[in-house]
């Protein structure tokens, strides 16, 4: 069939139409090759902007479409949209950009007129090599695999699971619960973290649709957005391992933090002064009464350290100075007159109830004093903390217990876990969040979330919200029953011409490429790849093409925009 191809060039009000000459626009591409009409429009992307493009296509029995707007990134899909009500291929349509390209940017009218006629030309060039491509429909599993059996995994696990929806939860320890299952009371409500943990695992186990994985790792996971597979590694009694295959739409990863161990602290005493101990360690004693509590001690005099190891990890754990307001509280109940000093570099008080609980703390007796170095000795009479104050002054306080609030890091094995997913890494070690405001609770892998603190430390509050947030998330987007349409402006690889060299996957971010050493080829698996080119580019053999990004179609444009 003859091309016909329909060339509309839209006014967006004033932005383009008084900054570009339209009408020598339509004069200098009307006579093309194939072109059958050439017209302007208002806006293009209104209800009758739309109706005037549907007419003439079909008037004038259109084949192809040219559209000069706006940016593909805000009207691609509309008219894409406009292309399939009226019966062409949406992939016979090119939009070019002459609003933020052209008419926002280029102040000399007569310029900008010539660059408009370059850029209509070039994509009506372009358009005539366009080949119709075809949705394809997948159909999605929507049971869902959670990592991590903490406070912020079970929170998410209840909220996905149904009876349509299984989830997988695995944890690599013996019980769920995670840290907070060792917890006293948490901030700011002081709710006891040890039964909130104990009444999310007597629901997870309640939960006829969640299966857990305990003593278990996940150790392969392979797919895309509404299919992937997991093997599922788990620990047997005799020592030996057991490997499950799983199937899930969507995987939420809540491995948590864990607390930073090492030489911040051993410098500071622990492990050689009595009395030293850390947050984690006085957390414990809290919760299991040996401090506070009937028949506990509780010391007369305690020295708060802040920030320890912070300079090493280069990050505030955000967590740590209310955690030690919390634990001051509860010292300075189990201890009526005792002595509470919090030594701070900065105070990381976020939000309205954590500052009212800050000056609760205050105003139970806690003194926070500024410093910026703090020093610890042990003494026949006590544990010596010397500090400098702001000002350069030097102080020294004689204690009967140093609590170091060291800094919250990655757990073990989360670098492999990146690299299982395919999820990248922050520069302090968690999992990086697709977009730290817009997006906080998805990896930048479709179908993989982060919940609670994997991808940076959160309170258990802030954690289990994040968690709800993440099953929000999957709920609205994998639907049983329902068919996602993966994206098809892809690549391919051409067997013929591959040398197996493997170029290809060492470029690709999304881990969409695999290498067969039994064909010596590579291969691109189309569900996961995002046609972002950089493939294409990178092979040194030519044998990648990107589906309506093709080298026909881009010489074609180039050649005419430069002409
Ligand atoms: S299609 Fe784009 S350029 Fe045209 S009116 Fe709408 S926003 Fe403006
Ligand atoms: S870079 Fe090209 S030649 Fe090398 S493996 Fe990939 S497709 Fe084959
Ligand atoms: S186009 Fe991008 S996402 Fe697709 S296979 Fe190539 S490098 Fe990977």
Redesign the pocket.
């Known amino acids: 069939m003859a091309r016909r191809i329909g060339f509309f060039i ?4 004033p ?2 139409g008084e900054n570009v000459d339209i009408d020598a626009v339509l004069n200098a591409v009307e006579d093309m090759d194939d072109v059958v009409l050439a017209a302007r ?6 209800g009758p ?1 739309k109706d005037f493009l549907k007419t003439n296509i079909k008037t004038e029995k259109l084949t192809h479409l040219v ?1 000069a ?3 593909p990134k ?2 691609e899909l ?2 894409m949209e406009v292309c399939e009500d009226s019966g062409i291929n949406p992939f016979l349509f090119q939009l070019t950009n ?2 933020e390209q052209v008419a926002w940017v280029t102040k000399d009218k007569e310029e900008a007129t010539e660059k408009t006629i370059r850029l209509a030309k070039a994509a009506i060039r372009r358009v005539r090599y366009h080949d119709p491509l075809s949705k394809t429909a997948l159909a999605v599993n929507a049971d869902v695999l959670v990592i991590g059996g903490g406070v912020a995994g079970m929170a998410a696990a209840l909220r996905l699971a149904s009876p349509e929806r299984r989830v997988h939860l695995v944890e690599r320890a013996s019980s769920l619960g995670g840290r907070v299952a060792a917890q006293g009371p948490i901030y700011p409500t002081m709710a006891s973290g040890g039964e909130m943990a104990a009444s999310l695992v007597d629901l997870v186990e309640g939960n006829d649709w969640i299966v857990v994985h305990r003593y278990s790792e996940v150790s392969v996971v392979v797919g895309f957005f509404g299919n992937f597979e997991v093997v599922v590694t788990g620990e047997l009694e005799d020592g030996g391992t057991l490997e499950t295959k799983v199937n899930v739409g969507a995987v939420v990863v809540a491995t948590g933090a864990e607390v930073l161990e090492g030489k911040p602290l051993e410098d500071l005493g622990h492990g050689s002064i009595d009395g030293v101990v850390s947050s984690a360690e006085l957390e414990a004693m809290l919760a299991d009464g040996s401090i506070g509590g009937k028949g506990g001690k509780a010391p007369k005099s305690v020295a708060f350290v802040q920030c320890v190891g912070r300079d090493e990890v280069g990050y505030c754990s955000e967590i740590c100075c209310m955690n030690s307001a919390k634990q001051a509280r509860l010292l300075l109940e189990a201890a009526k007159g005792a002595k509470v000093h919090i030594l701070y570099r900065d105070l990381c008080v976020p939000g309205r109830d954590q500052q009212a609980f800050l000056e609760g703390a205050v105003k139970a007796g806690a003194n926070l004093v500024r410093t910026t170095s703090v020093e610890v000795g042990g003494s026949k009479d006590g544990i010596t903390v010397s500090h400098s104050l702001d000002d350069g002054k030097a102080e020294k306080l004689m204690v009967d217990m140093v609590v170091l609030s060291p800094a919250m890091v990655p757990p073990k094995g989360t670098e492999g876990m990146a690299e299982m997913l395919n999820v990248e890494l922050d520069p302090s070690g968690f999992l990086l969040e697709a977009h730290e405001k817009l997006e906080p609770m998805a990896a930048g892998i479709d179908g993989i979330y982060l919940a609670g603190s994997a991808s940076g430390p959160r309170s258990v509050g802030d954690s289990i919200v994040q968690a709800e947030a993440c099953a929000g998330r999957v709920l609205s987007s994998l639907i049983p029953g329902r068919t996602i349409e993966p994206e098809i402006r892809v690549s391919h690889i051409l067997e013929t011409l591959c040398t197996g060299c493997q170029t290809c996957l060492e470029v690709c971010c999304y881990g969409a490429i695999v290498y067969d050493p039994t064909k010596n080829v590579s291969h691109i698996n189309a569900a996961i790849c995002r046609g972002c080119g950089n493939c294409v580019a990178a092979c040194p053999s030519n044998a990648i093409s990107l589906y309506h990004f093709t080298y026909k179609q881009l010489y074609q444009e180039i050649v005419e925009a430069i002409r």
């Open positions: 839209c006014e967006c009000g932005n383009i429009f208002g806006l293009m992307c209104s902007g559209v707007a706006c940016s805000q009207h509309t008219f002459i609003r």
